[in-house]
């Protein structure tokens, strides 16, 4: 699993090499066009390695000479750019990108700092190493509150749901478990996984899993999932911590990131009561103190 933050670190090295292409690509252009500054360009490097030489030797005399030959020949280079019209900055490395200046995240129009649109690539890459990747058609923009009649009720989970991954929901229990409750074909896998993608963008490191799909992750990935900046595990039943041992990897990851107040939701259509009352007893004890995400939830 790499995180888009990772991702994007990787991006910077094939970045470097291609401004430096570019570079190159841009300083043989203007040398071909005018040679007479590449004559004086190649003039200034052998006077400043020979001055380098006196500097070794300590020759004051030589030094000051070369001092004098450069400062000549910098005169003469100006105004072959000047009369030219060259950009004086031919030789430069220059950004690709204007939004991020090649960081990678930029600040959107609300100020927030996000993943810049130069990073469209590593964004989906994320996507995928974070078990999204069936789902490239869930984005946020494209979540309606108004779906089924109930705007004012979706819209609501929605806001919760962003809270609990900003760290902002209300809460008093120190614990950072919670539950999204919702009855079956109600958009809860829309909205989480929307969610989760909203995190990657804001640079954060996020997993989305099935609940009962825990049993076939691999133990690196386990690991790294106690780790995590947010954690969405969706169609969360009783039954299924019940079964191939899943109640005892859910409890270990829980612990950890319990421990770490990292912000885990239990997506589920079946009430927190209920699954407190039937779920593996580790996991039901947990639950008690488990935040509630839910149209009715105060």
Not at 37 to 53: G, M, T, Y
Not at 147 to 165: F, H
Not at 177 to 184: G, K
């Amino acid at each position: 699993m790499k995180t888009i933050k990772e991702l994007i670190g990787e991006s910077l090295t094939e970045v470097a090499a291609s401004k430096e292409i570019l570079r190159d690509e841009n300083i043989k252009r203007v040398y071909k066009a005018y040679p007479d500054l590449k004559e004086i360009d190649d003039q200034i490097l052998n006077v400043r390695n020979s001055r380098f030489i006196a500097v070794i030797d300590k020759d004051e005399r030589l030094i000051k000479r070369f001092d004098i030959a450069e400062e000549e020949l910098l005169t003469k280079r100006d105004r072959i750019i000047q009369r030219n019209q060259i950009d004086p900055e031919f030789d430069s490395l220059k950004v690709i990108c204007e939004k991020c200046s090649d960081t990678g995240y930029a600040k959107g129009s609300d100020g927030t700092l996000k993943v810049c649109s130069c990073r469209k690539n590593e964004l989906e890459a994320a996507y995928e190493y974070s078990g999204m990747a069936d789902y490239s058609s869930y984005k946020m923009k494209n979540y309606r509150d108004d779906y089924l009649g109930d705007a004012a009720g979706r819209k609501k989970i929605k806001n919760e749901l962003l809270k609990v991954l900003l760290g902002l929901a209300d809460k008093d229990d120190i614990s950072s478990l919670w539950v999204y409750s919702a009855p079956p074909q109600t958009g809860k896998t829309f909205l989480v996984i929307s969610v989760c993608k909203t995190a990657i963008n804001l640079g954060k490191s996020t997993y989305y899993a099935k609940c009962e799909d825990l049993q076939s992750i691999g133990s690196d990935t386990l690991d790294e999932l106690k780790k995590i900046d947010f954690l969405v595990l969706d169609d969360f039943a009783d039954s299924v911590t019940m079964t191939n041992n899943i109640g005892s990897i859910l409890n270990s990851i829980l612990e950890v990131r319990s421990a770490s107040k990292l912000p885990t939701v239990l997506v589920s259509p079946f009430p927190k009561s209920e699954l407190v009352n039937k779920c593996d007893m580790r996991i039901s004890g947990k639950l008690q103190s488990a935040g509630l995400i839910s149209k009715e939830s105060r």
